[in-house]
C-alpha cells in the first residue's frame, strides 16, 4: 500500500558529506513521522533521526551536531544532512514512515542505501 524510495548512499572519506533522501508513495495527510535506521552486519537496527509531520525532530546521540533531518510534506520526502562523517557511521541507512490512523496505521521501510566512511 505504502511504498519507499531512498537513495544518496556512498563512499566518502571522514570528515566529508552525504545527503540521503526518501520519498514515499503514501497520503501525505497520512504521515505521522519519517526517519532512518542503520544496521552494521551482526546488529540491530537502531535509530538515527526522526521527524514528525509538525517538523519536530529527534536524533541519536552519537549523531548530534553532525546530522540535520528534514522533510517537504507537500512531496513526502524527508532528507537527512550528514556532516562531519566518521568511521563508525559506515552502515545500511534504512528509511522509514510512520503512516495511518488507528487500526490502518503502520511502520513502513525503504530498501536501504549503504554508506561507507573511509578513515
Known amino acids: 500500500q505504502v511504498q519507499l524510495v531512498e537513495s544518496g548512499g556512498g563512499l566518502v572519506q571522514a570528515g566529508g558529506s552525504l545527503r540521503l533522501s526518501c520519498a514515499t508513495s503514501?497520503?501525505?495527510?497520512?504521515?505521522?513521522?519519517m526517519g532512518w535506521y542503520r544496521q552494521d552486519p551482526g546488529n540491530q537496527r537502531d535509530s538515527v533521526a526522526t521527524i514528525t509531520s509538525d517538523g519536530y525532530a529527534n536524533y541519536a546521540d552519537s549523531v548530534k551536531g553532525r546530522f540535520t533531518i528534514s522533510r517537504d510534506n507537500a512531496r513526502n520526502t524527508a532528507y537527512l544532512q550528514m556532516n562531519s562523517l566518521k568511521s563508525e557511521d559506515t552502515a545500511i541507512y534504512y528509511c522509514f514512515v510512520d503512516h495511518g490512523t488507528g487500526q490502518d496505521r503502520r511502520v513502513y521501510w525503504g530498501q536501504g542505501t549503504q554508506v561507507t566512511v573511509s578513515s
Open positions: 503514501g497520503s501525505r495527510f497520512s504521515v505521522n513521522a
